[in-house]
């Protein structure tokens, strides 16, 4: 003879168990996901007028990311509501501990180190938009050795 609370609890687990195998929410989240990644990558190869655009668009598509991730797949959209909250609290200290970075930086004069002078740094152009692609500058201190230049 099962008593009422293993009834409760095996009721429960039922519920939670149905909910947790539908398998058309984790197909469009999973859908969701990819779409957003090819939005992320697209995103990444468009350089906006300021660099901090690029970084609050990939840090917003990165949070709905997350919060689809949590919801779905860490099943918070079926849970406890103080777990959502606790998740929630999660994510606005990690916003408050990103403003308080972006705020520093932005209150610098000069990023550069002051023991790097300013010509030895290359200067950005619109045609690098990939710096792993690019050469490495030349230093004056880097000369090519006479026989190894181009051949012709």
Known sequence: MTSHN????????HAAH?????????LRTLIALLILTVITVAAAGVHFQSS????VI???????KA????????HLAHDKPVNGIIAAGGFIFLGLFLLFVFLDVGSRVSLLPENMPAMAQPTPTPTTLNPLLTPPPRFPAQTT???EGERK
């Open 18 to 26: 149905d909910i947790s195998h539908d398998a058309g929410v984790f």
């Open 67 to 74: 919060t689809l991730v949590a919801l779905f797949f860490m």
């Open 58 to 64: 990939a840090l917003t598509i990165a949070t709905i």
């Open 52 to 55: 901090s655009t690029n970084v």
């Open 6 to 13: 293993e009834h409760e609890t095996t009721a429960g687990a």
């Open 145 to 147: 050795p006479a026989g």
